[in-house]
């Protein structure tokens, strides 16, 4: 087994699916202290294992960074739920050229096989996955990032609805960056710190956003962060969805941390899917909270410390 000095992680495989090498460097985007993909050496690695996404666009394009960075004759496991991409997972190794050992538990399929001397379709898959201007959205984004192709609905009724501040703000979760955008549009205000958990965002939001004003800070809402503190206002479309199943505490918790974030009688606008019950979270942090609107399966707040 390989040390961390030369071994890599994408993810965080269930245990007793595969045997991650001691201090292998984490690559995920959702570690803050991880290492990004694309500054992984050539041939660098002995060993990495993957966790990886369901996206095939993305899955592919993990893979192919992981070859890229393994030595000829390095050690890949890959894994994933067999409905989530695990099904394909084998097919995706073989059209890279790769021999895979295929094996099922748990609802997963795990792949093994050693990088090939004559590795293909590398420069496209990198290429597809990678930072991109996406066309619908006219802004730097990626694959994998939150609707990395498209203006989700929520964000869209919530710009609709108006983002006319004034004073500092935060953008929490602020993907590759259209709140902040909009809000940022208003003279009013006088600074804007984006916020999101996926470095992919953070990495696209800076291209996207030039403004002085703004700032950006990869990092996780659910922990206590220095940089938030005192705010006039904040904006934020909450996440409902870890791991590709639906969890309420991720927006109660978004919730909890923008209020910590403001100063009293600092405001709060946010949009949530219409099924979710963030009524009671709201009303124990906000002294004030008011629906804005109903529309389209989605709720408006403003709240108000």
Not at 167 to 194: E, F, H, N, S
Request: hydrophobic share 45%; aromatic share 6%; proline share 6%.
């Amino acid at each position: 087994m390989a040390g961390g000095e030369d071994a890599a992680v994408y993810g965080w495989p269930p245990p007793g699916l595969a045997q991650v090498p001691t201090g292998a460097v984490q690559l995920s985007p959702f570690d803050p202290a991880g290492v990004d993909l694309e500054e992984l050496q050539d041939d660098g690695l002995a060993e990495v294992v993957l966790a990886l996404p369901a996206g095939t666009i993305e899955r592919r394009y993990v893979i192919a960074h992981g070859l890229r960075a393994l030595r000829v004759g390095g050690a890949l496991t890959a894994l994933a739920p067999k409905n989530r991409g695990g099904a394909r997972l084998a097919g995706e190794l073989r059209a890279f050229g790769c021999e895979p050992a295929e094996n099922s538990r748990r609802h997963h399929k795990i792949c093994s096989c050693r990088r090939p001397t004559a590795v293909r379709g590398l420069r496209e898959a990198i290429a597809d996955g990678g930072p991109q201007i996406a066309p619908r959205l006219g802004l730097w984004s990626q694959p994998g990032v939150f609707s990395w192709d498209r203006l989700d609905t929520g964000s869209a009724l919530l710009i609709d609805a108006g983002l006319s501040f004034s004073g500092r703000g935060a953008d929490i979760g602020c993907g590759v960056g259209v709140l902040a955008q909009k809000a940022l549009a208003d003279p009013a205000v006088t600074g804007m710190l984006l916020v999101d958990f996926d470095a992919r965002a953070i990495a696209a939001a800076r291209r996207n956003i030039t403004d002085s004003r703004a700032s950006f800070l990869h990092a996780d809402i659910r922990q206590q962060l220095p940089e938030l503190a005192d705010l006039d206002f904040a904006v934020m479309n909450p996440p409902f969805h870890a791991g590709g199943l639906r969890n309420h505490a991720l927006g109660q918790e978004f919730i909890a941390g923008a209020a910590a974030a403001l100063r009293k009688g600092g405001t709060c606008r946010m949009v949530a899917n219409a099924a979710l019950p963030y009524e009671v979270a709201l009303a124990e942090v906000f002294s004030k909270v008011v629906q804005l609107g109903r529309v389209a399966g989605y709720k408006l707040f403003e709240a108000v410390k």
